[in-house]
């Protein structure tokens, strides 16, 4: 009963252009999504968040658009950069603080 | 200076044997959690304490037990390991009411059962 989806296990881009990484969900309880992104070897860090009353919520290079009548989030990184190499996890909750259900992540590479 | 930290970062044990992974953290946080990545990579919330008090308990066999001494630990014991326990397992940490941007995740620990 995985209610939050990452169908792209992997993701390849080139230096300078836009990554852009999907995730759907089912509950449609969940009222506050988020993006965390891991390293090999360490544990996952917060990125960007959005909350159900957004559909849009920009930080730098860093942009999350929701859809709600479609289930579907996403992630926009632009540029994408050398550094932006890492697995990028979708969460979401029911609540700001209600428990995270994660998706599978999606393994980013950008190549010079 | 290592915020949330998980030891040991690598445990090989045999099947039957049971083992404890500690999680300390020193954010001043008041919840702490643990977390399960499976081999489909899938993160699981296993359990959650705010102050010492056991809030969220999801379905995990009973061989699975955490002890909180004190906020700022949460260690996590399993008895009679098996096969399927092999897994990364996370420690994280957050002050309950910031929300899920205040979360801090430890770096891991790797559990092989053989």
């Known amino acids: 009963d995985q209610q939050v989806k990452q169908n792209s296990p992997s993701l390849s881009v080139q230096e300078g252009r836009i990554s852009i990484l999907n995730c759907d969900y089912t509950?449609?309880?969940?009222?506050?999504f988020l993006w965390y992104k891991k390293y090999p070897a360490e544990g996952p860090t917060f990125l960007i968040s959005i909350s159900s009353i957004k559909d849009k919520n920009e930080d730098g290079r860093f942009t999350v658009f929701l859809n709600k009548s479609a289930k579907h989030l996403s992630l926009h990184i632009v540029p994408s950069q050398p550094g932006d190499s890492a697995v990028y996890f979708c969460?979401?909750?029911?609540?700001?603080?209600?428990?995270?259900?994660f998706g599978a992540g999606t393994q980013v590479v950008v190549t010079p | 200076d290592t915020a949330v930290s998980q030891t040991p970062k690598y445990l090989v044990t045999q099947m039957g044997n049971d083992k404890s992974i500690k999680c300390e953290q020193n954010l001043g946080h008041d919840t702490m959690y643990w977390y399960k990545q499976d081999s489909k990579k899938f993160l699981k919330i296993m359990f959650s304490?705010?102050?010492?008090?056991?809030?969220i308990n999801e379905t995990v066999p009973n061989r699975f037990s955490p002890k909180s001494p004190d906020k700022a630990h949460l260690n996590l014991h399993i008895n009679s390991l098996e096969l399927g326990d092999s897994a990364v397992y996370f420690c994280a940490s957050s002050q309950f009411h910031s929300g899920h941007y205040g979360y801090t995740f430890g770096s891991g620990t790797r559990l092989t059962v053989v």
């Open positions: 304490y705010n102050n010492k008090e056991l809030i």
């Open positions: 509950n449609s309880m969940f009222d506050y």
């Open positions: 969460a979401a909750s029911v609540g700001s603080w209600g428990k995270l259900q």
